[in-house]
Structure formats: C-alpha cells, structure tokens
C-alpha cells in the first residue's frame, strides 16, 4: 500500500472518531446484538462508538448493487442507530462490492481496498462474510482498531485486529495486522 493510501485510510479512521478521548486506557467494548442482519462489526479505541455491517434488502431480496451497509451505534450517546455521513461513506467505512457470481461478492472498504472479504452463501443457507485470518478462510465477526497516539492528521495504529469464528470447527480465530 502506498505512503498515500495508508495516510488516506488512517485519516478517514479517525474523521469522525474523539481521539483525544480515553486513548491511554482501554475500554470495555459493547458487542451489538439483535440484529438478525448483522455481519459484522468495527471498534476502534477512540470511543464505543460502534459501526454495524448487516446485509441490505430491496423489495424482500438482497440488493445486488448494496448488499452490505453500514450505520453506527452511538454508544456514546443514548445508544442509537446513526446512518454513516457522505464522507464516512465514500473515503472510511463505506464498502465496494463486485458481484463474483449470484450470491457472492468480493468486498473491501472504500480507504483500504487491499483487504478482501467476500459475501456468500454458508453451509446453512444464510449469508456471511468471509475473510482470511492467519491464513485461513474464516466468517468475520468483527474489526478492531488499536490507536496508540499520534495526531489527529498521523495517528499511531498500533494494530488491527480481525476476529471470526473457522466455519467447520467453530472456534474463534483471530489475527492482528500492522498496517
């Protein structure tokens, strides 16, 4: 990834979170549930605030030009759901999709497109998103980003940890990324 690019994606990271907040210390983290839509889910250190990615209908099908979309739970807040701005959308947190073939697509975020993940149909028929963790393919569960300081304009990410859970043993996986 390019000086460019890896500034970009660490910039927009940090866009609409409080850095300045509870940087030195870690969190307890919510972990959202009741979503029967949901995929998976983003955290970063810089406050609870969470970003859900849950599959998205049109007309009771699942929209092949979105079929993924993210919105934030504001815990921070009183807990409730937020749509992601324009500009969360098209530089952060927003994904691109590419139809692979019916029920399958290769996704990435729009500020780090080098990452991979795939939308498919599981063993039991419903929907998931695939990834590779320590070289293996695994369901995704959720992204966590480590922020160790830096400034607003250069933060220091320590690490980006990806958990999942191995679809034939279902044991929980995880692997961290310096990026």
Known sequence: MGMNSKKLFLLVILVTGNLLQGLAQEKKFPVPSGNGKQLFYLQRT????????????????????????????????RGQREELSFIQRKF??????KKISENQYEISFVSYKKYKMYLKLGSDNKFYVYTDIN???AILTSIFIKINGGS????????????????????????????
Request: proline share 4%; glycine share 6%; no cysteine.
């Open 92 to 97: 952060a947190y927003g994904l691109k999709t």
């Open 135 to 137: 070289h293996r393919s």
């Open 46 to 77: 810089s406050n609870t605030n969470t970003i859900v990615y849950e599959l998205n209908y049109k007309d009771g099908a699942i929209d092949k030009e979105n079929p993924v979309q993210g919105f934030w739970i504001r815990y921070q807040e």
């Open 152 to 179: 607003f304009w250069s933060p220091n990410i320590e690490y980006v940890e990806i958990s999942g859970i191995e679809p034939n043993s279902h044991s929980i996986v995880k692997e961290r990324l310096k990026i």
